[in-house]
């Protein structure tokens, strides 16, 4: 049984630039949630999306956005790449009806903005 | 500011031993815990929860507890095993169905063989 697929696993990216990052979640699953998880920190949520439409955002800037597609698959898209926006990037997913122990989290795209 | 704290980047423990992992939070809002654990090039996974309606929660080896009036929970494993040899996030949620979850920095656990 397939989990969660981030794709890719790393990247570098130049200031300024402009990244998609992409989630396949488990199958079953419905809902999908973005992480940020910066070095030496704990994982911070960006967004949710479900039935195709943000749920919830955290605290995060315009130039984060998502999208998730009639298949239930997720892109994350950051614009205009800032420095501090190098970190790993965790997709989770889950059942709406279900709650934190539902979420399976993919392993993570690694972004580099140099 | 930082709702979730876990004041102890890191912990060593004997095999066999108790492994306790500590974590506060400062959101009286937040009524749903959970542990994840996070091994090196993976994504964390879920380990227990516990609501705010208990005090204690136990799966096998792990027993988170809860101590609503210190804002302060626990992980206790026992007895630890070099398996268990991980990072390990407290997150916290308000409201059931509010998925939106809230990380603590982590705590690395080793265990010494």
């Known amino acids: 049984d397939a989990g969660v697929t981030q794709s890719p696993t790393h990247l570098i990216k130049t200031r300024g630039q402009q990244v998609t990052l992409r989630c396949s979640p488990k199958s079953g699953h419905d809902t999908v949630s973005w992480y940020q998880q910066a070095l030496g920190q704990g994982p911070q949520f960006i967004f949710q999306y479900y039935e195709e439409e943000e749920r919830q955002r955290g605290n995060f800037p315009d130039r984060f956005s998502g999208h998730q597609f009639p298949n239930y698959s997720s892109e994350l898209n950051v614009n205009a790449l800032l420095l501090g926006d190098s970190a790993l990037y965790l997709c989770?997913?889950?059942?709406?009806?279900?709650f934190g122990y539902g979420y399976t989290f993919g392993s993570g795209t690694r972004l580099t903005v140099v | 500011d930082q709702q979730v704290k876990q004041n102890s980047p890191s912990l060593s423990v004997q095999e066999g031993r108790i492994s306790i992992l500590n974590c506060d939070y400062t959101?009286?809002?937040?009524?749903?815990f959970l542990w994840y654990k996070k091994y090196p090039a993976e994504g964390p996974t879920f380990l227990i929860s516990i609501s705010s309606i208990k005090d204690k929660n136990e799966d096998g080896r792990f027993t988170v507890f809860l101590n609503k009036s210190a804002k302060h929970l626990s992980l206790h494993i026992v007895p630890s095993q070099p398996g268990d040899s991980a990072v390990y996030f407290c997150?916290?949620?308000?409201?059931?169905?509010?998925?939106?979850?809230?990380f603590g920095t982590g705590t690395r656990l080793t265990i010494i063989p």
């Open positions: 959101n009286s809002m937040f009524d749903y």
């Open positions: 997150a916290a949620s308000a409201g059931f169905g509010n998925e939106k979850l809230t």
């Open positions: 989770a997913s889950s059942l709406v009806q279900g």
